[in-house]
């Protein structure tokens, strides 16, 4: 293995994973993945997922967090929720705040209330000093427009999964945030606008994510069975993504996406971004990219 591939996003405390997760774990290193940034939606996924990292950080996977509260939840978010995801924030282990932003796509909670609760954890993450792990779906005029009048005081961060036009790309790009992609890219129903997109983002930018259990890869070579009904994503295959966006910008596997690791603890935390999506130990260039395109 010649990359060293961080996934920035997967809901790991997702019940799904419960049974195997050490095994899930194991794949992935066989893969190469060396660290998973694990997602916190609510308060008490956040607790758990701080949980995670920290039973995790110094074995062979590193694991990482992240705390906050998805726009789904946003009613959640009490000033209660909010010093216990301070609290948790202090911790090095929890790399980034959120996953948090805006979903009018279904409005689970009230669009003024998931307004309000994003600034708060905007307001957080300019006072914990870290990046933030955005969610836009279905609302990129007014995501833009809060995030754009906290851009100074935050850190930055990672607009996660994107899936959005030119113009989303563009808004983010401005706002200098990085652009998490996930399998979505695999899709050729919904994604192949993403295979151009991806040739737009500057080096040092881009990170890939598998989103797990969620968003498995379309075209992926040898999927793992099905699981009843579900088909299960897991962090081991955020290497195919890697490997997509690296066939899509005309680049090699290793030259992929971001190398720059950003502040410390595995090119988590801090700094510009919320990760970094391949930190190369490299040596031989092209081999592997050539095999996977194949
Ligand atoms: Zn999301």
Redesign the pocket.
Known sequence: MTASLVDI?ANLTKPVFQADFDAVLARAAAAGVSAIVVTGTTLLGSHEACRLAQRRAHGTMSLFATAGV?PHYATTLSPQAISELQTLLARPEVVAVG?C?L?YHRNLSPPDVQRRSFEAQLELAAAVRKPVFL?D?SATADFADILRRWRTRITGGVV??FTGDRAALDAYLALDMHIGITGWICDSRRGSHLRDLVKLVPRGRLLVET?APFLMPQDLPNPPPRRGKFDRNEPAFVAHVARVVAEHRGESFEDQALRRPVGSRGGLAAGGGAACAVRPRVKPRGQEARRASA
């Open positions: 996003g998805h996953e932003g979903d969610h779906r996660h999964c989103d």
